[in-house]
């Protein structure tokens, strides 16, 4: 669905490189992660792929058609959110979305325009000037038109930030669904359990390279080996009392929590010693590996 | 080579049809004070004036006005549609949008001159409209004033789009407005004819681009003209197609559309 090879942006001479020689090849039907910090290069990307930014190096290909040949044929494939929300506010809901439609080709639309208000809630907001939107429905009909063209691509540049959470929820379900119809989708987000949940493939930018691109399950596995371990205890203990543990980065919450970091296979071999060493818990949490925990540990330099 | 041309007629036609409703949906500002300056100048000036003679035989000042006030309405109109569309959209942040529509540089470009070109125009015949109750409903020779009104439209609608590109905010554009096309107007002949002026100005009058075309014009509503006929026929669509394909190329490089 999309193939981009050695792409390479620079804005400015003299300036540094927004990406650096970044490849990566995204099939039909996956919903891949995009994530990196602010200023990574997310958008760079994005927008090369909007038509917003020149490229200064490498090819990319969308549907098989290479972009600096066919550049118009390429459009019509791809429906793209940005991260600003942004509109010609002369015009109402229904008119920022028909326009839409017509700049793709399709005359009448309103069947489908229709069901996108629908699905997306904004139905009884139809005939009210874009301007008069909240941020989470202008977000909504950013999303909308995106779509009114059907992309076989959709690409969302932070789409949930300034998003309450169950709109978050609701606009998850919605991907979902997409995804399920076979739309191939690359999203942006600092929302990590937002990649956690949708998505199936990771891609890690960081200062314009790709520093990770990796199956989220694979991914998972791999790299968030460590969990979390929480013991709370009813008296007060001390180091010497948990010599036996030194092995898994004890560290102490007041003199009555401890935690553990321990690799996933090593966690019965905890609760062994601790019964062997005779020492009793009154409480017990595990924190569960997230991609959140994961993602910073690549961002802080430990997933060399 | 058509369909690096014509690429999505409907998508084009969209795009046309939100220049054109853009200032429609605000006519009171776009349609009405134009023209309601230009009855004002009529009024002032024709009220004035109308004893004075101009060079003429039995050509009445205000009739002489009227081709100069719709040149000028139209010029004015023309230019600011797309310029003004423009720039708006930099501040609303949604210029970029074009780039992601399947249309060709043709198409968008073409799009925004037809908008500004019909206000252009629309402002043109509104104004001859209002002053036929003044001076007579009578044109010379329809065909001419019409396209050299159409035309005009064009000409400065395809500059307005340049404009646009190039600047950043509404002050550098109504500074244009203020310092190069107010007095280029003024002294191409909109309330007077060049060859009246003192020689050192007339001089610089007939090489002053709008000459031609408000003297056209006025050709076209009364008969009569300054200067060479033949010349000016050929150098006013020759300025049109090349203020187009100025626009055009701009456009093509991106300028205010990317990074
Ligand atoms: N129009 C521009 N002109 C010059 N430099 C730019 C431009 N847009 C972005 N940059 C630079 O390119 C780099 C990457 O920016 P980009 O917007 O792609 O980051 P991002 O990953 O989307 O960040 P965020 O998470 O904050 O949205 C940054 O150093 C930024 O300053
Ligand atoms: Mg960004």
Known sequence: MLEIKNVSKQYKKGAIDALKDISFTVKKGEFVALLGQNGAGKSTLINILAGNVKKSKGTVKIGGIDLDKNELDTKKKVGVVHQEISFDYVFSVDEVLRNQSGYFGLKDNNGYINELLETLSLTDKKNDSSRSLSGGMKRRLLIAKALVHRPDLLILDEPTAGVDIGLRHQLYDFLNELHKKGTTIILTTHYLEEAEKLCDRVIVIDQGKIVVDENKKVLMKNLGAETLLEFDFSKDIEIKDIAFLADFNPRFEGKRRLQLKVLQNEIGVVFQKMADADLSFSGFNLEPKKLENIYLQIVNGKAA | ?259
């Not at chain 2, 003679?53 to 719709?70: R, T």
């Not at chain 2, 023309?78 to 540089?105: E, G």
């Open chain 2, 1 to 259: 080579m058509i369909r690096t041309l014509f690429y999505n007629p409907t998508g084009f036609f969209t795009l046309l049809n939100r220049e054109i409703s853009r200032f429609m949906k605000v006519y009171i500002q776009t349609l009405m004070a134009p023209l309601l300056s230009n009855l004002l100048f009529l009024g002032v000036f024709g009220g004035m004036l109308k004893t004075r003679e101009v060079g003429i035989e039995g050509i009445g000042y205000l009739q002489f006005l009227v081709p100069g006030l719709a040149a000028m309405g139209a010029i004015f109109a023309a230019f600011q549609n797309p310029s003004f569309s423009i720039i708006a959209q930099k501040y609303q942040d949604t210029l970029r949008d074009i780039n992601s529509y399947p249309l060709t540089t043709f198409e968008k470009v073409l799009a925004f001159v037809l908008g500004g070109t019909f206000r252009g125009f629309l402002i043109g015949t509104l104004t001859y409209i209002a002053t036929i109750w003044f001076v007579g409903y009578r044109i010379e020779n329809p065909t001419v004033f019409f396209i050299m009104l159409a035309l005009i439209s064009f000409i400065f609608s395809s500059l307005g789009v340049i404009a646009g590109l190039f600047l950043e905010n509404f002050e550098r554009m109504n500074f244009i407005l203020a310092i190069i096309l107010t007095p280029m107007a003024y002294f191409g002949g909109v309330f007077f004819e060049i060859s009246k002026l003192p020689d050192f100005l007339s001089g610089a009058g007939y090489l002053n681009p709008l000459f031609p075309m408000i003297n056209l014009l006025r050709y076209g509503y009364l008969g009569v003209y300054e200067g060479n006929l033949l010349i000016q026929l050929i150098f006013v669509p020759f300025v049109a197609v090349a203020a187009f394909g100025t626009a055009y190329y701009f456009f093509n490089k991106g300028v205010g559309l990317k990074d």
